[in-house]
């Protein structure tokens, strides 16, 4: 199997992963589509440099991830992009709609949180060990443990104080 098939096999296996770091990253449509290709193109950019100390996985989030908050540090400068092509992602807009509407109502809750705080959230919900997600966000074990903890009160703090303000 040559580069571009391993490639195209890995993206398409992990196609659900990519679709959801772009979706809790953007706001619109077009911006998760404009993501997904950054993510893209950036994994093939560096699809070489995979040594596989760790799982493909793993290497995936964590360049997904990076170039997801480097685009949003960097999103006042607006940049041409051209369309990779299909084959690379087949996602269905049909399929998601449902997994829109749990991504709607979990970014209401992490809108308040910082970038890495999200990562972090999006990895404990994808069931990710501490230790995965302190080699994807490199981060020691502890301090995500640590983050974690703090993160979950702060999410508790938040629905509550909506539900107080919903009985009132």
């Known amino acids: 199997m040559d580069k571009k098939e391993k490639f195209t096999t890995a993206i398409k296996a992990n196609q659900g992963t990519i679709y959801k770091i772009a979706s809790i990253y ?20 560096s699809f070489d440099s995979f ?8 290497w995936m989030y964590r360049v997904a991830m990076n170039v997801a908050i ?3 540090k960097t999103a006042k400068r607006k940049i041409t992009t051209v369309p990779i092509a299909d084959q690379y992602l087949d996602v269905n807009e049909d399929e998601n709609n449902h997994f829109e ?22 990895l404990y919900l994808e069931n990710k060990s501490y230790q995965e997600i302190a080699e994807i966000t490199g981060l020691s074990e502890s301090n995500v443990g640590t983050k974690m903890a703090r993160i979950k009160e702060k999410l508790k ?12």
């Not at 040594?51 to 793993?58: A, L, P, R, V």
Request: without cysteine; glycine residues 4%.
């Open 101 to 122: 509407e749990k991504v709607t109502l979990l970014k209401q809750h992490l809108d308040n949180l910082n970038l890495l705080d999200k990562g972090i959230v999006m």
């Open 70 to 72: 480097y685009n949003l």
């Open 51 to 58: 040594n596989q100390k760790s799982s493909f996985n793993t």
């Open 157 to 168: 703090k938040q629905i509550n104080n909506k539900t107080d303000y919903g009985t009132r």
């Open 26 to 45: 953007t706001d619109t449509i077009d911006d998760r589509k404009d993501l997904l290709q950054e993510i893209i193109y950036n994994l093939w950019k």
